[in-house]
């Protein structure tokens, strides 16, 4: 194929990050017919069930029109009805058979033998995408709406909060963090950096409720020194993962945010969610989990050795 032509055919796909657009792809083949079972299992069972019911549609008629081409081709039906062409077709490519209307002629028969191949093939192929869609594996893991820059045990922290809304227990739980940014090389060139941030706790034997997710900045930190305006004016993005073994499943699960400069709050800390019963049930409430409150920060201890106002020595 011509270079012009083949690059005809290139177009431009849209990948998006947690819902929102993150890039445009151009210039890149529609891999969405190229690779159909990924499009398939990736697109909403809306949309699948939509398709699905297109294609059956079409199908049938497709194989209408072929029956017409014949006239008195089936038994019973009405010459040249198109309605009675339709239902023999989903009858036939449903394997039904109701007995009604049948083919009478070599041509008519030969037609439904190759619409009743396709049905099988299709039910095969539906039911396979179903089934597969349904055993996939998905942590239905709630992300806190905003991350924090607030102070955690006396020392300035970043600092997100993560859910598990199925309530089952997530084995050998771990989480990372990565901080990436735009910066400029010595030769000019605008590229996008990425550093790991050291979490205070990155494992966890067992993840059935919450888990807040905290990284340290000291000296060392890649955010030490950031302030919000330096945050915005580098197009900072926060990238959390998530994985850990399902224990229903038994399979290796993972899920993922993204939260960009303006995701992020500063002197906030979260609320407290969970409440502990006089019996020891714990009592999660999801509906305050992404609310965050003014940090107040301890006062500061006087001195031993310090008098207090009005003292005499």
């Known amino acids: 194929m011509p270079p012009h032509r083949r ?5 431009q796909r849209r990948i998006t990050v947690d819902g929102r657009p993150f890039a445009t792809l151009k210039g890149v083949p529609a891999l969405r017919w190229q690779d159909p079972y990924h499009f398939l299992l990736s697109i909403s069972w809306g949309g699948f069930f939509g398709l699905a ?14 029956y017409l081409m014949e006239p008195g081709g089936v038994t019973n039906a009405r010459i040249g009805s198109f309605t009675d062409a339709f239902f023999f077709s989903v009858q036939t490519l449903g394997t039904m058979g109701y007995g009604v209307m049948a083919p009478n002629t070599v041509y008519a028969n030969s037609v439904a033998a190759a619409e009743s191949f396709t ?3 299709g039910v095969a192929q539906i039911t396979g995408l179903i089934f597969a869609r349904f055993s996939r594996p998905k942590a239905l893991i709630l992300f806190s709406r905003n991350i924090l820059f607030t102070q955690h045990d006396g020392h300035p922290v970043l600092m997100l909060r993560a859910g598990n809304t199925r309530g089952n227990q997530i084995l050998e739980a771990e989480a990372s963090v990565s901080f990436s940014t735009m910066r400029i090389t010595e030769e ?4 996008r950096g990425f550093e790991e941030l050291k979490l205070v706790r ?27 305006w330096t945050l915005r004016q ?3 993005t926060f990238i959390v993962l998530l994985s850990g073994t399902d224990e229903n499943y038994s399979q290796k699960v993972y899920s993922r945010k993204t939260y960009e400069a303006g995701d992020v709050l500063w002197g906030q800390r979260f609320v407290d969610i ?7 049930h714990r009592l999660l409430d999801f509906g305050r989990f992404h ?14 050795g310090a008098r207090e106002p009005g003292m005499n020595a």
């Open 188 to 191: 000019g060139t605008m590229m």
């Open 274 to 280: 969970i409440k502990v019963h006089d019996d020891g």
């Open 7 to 11: 690059l005809a055919r290139l177009h």
């Open 119 to 121: 049905g099988m093939l």
């Open 202 to 228: 990155a494992r966890s034997p067992l993840f059935a409720l919450s888990w807040t997710i905290v990284h340290r900045i000291d000296e060392s930190s890649p955010l030490y020194g950031q302030t919000e």
């Open 234 to 236: 580098s197009h900072a």
């Open 53 to 66: 019911l297109a294609i059956y549609l079409i199908a049938n008629l497709i194989f209408a029109g072929l």
């Open 291 to 304: 609310d965050t409150e003014p940090q107040r920060l301890p006062r500061p201890q006087p001195d031993a």
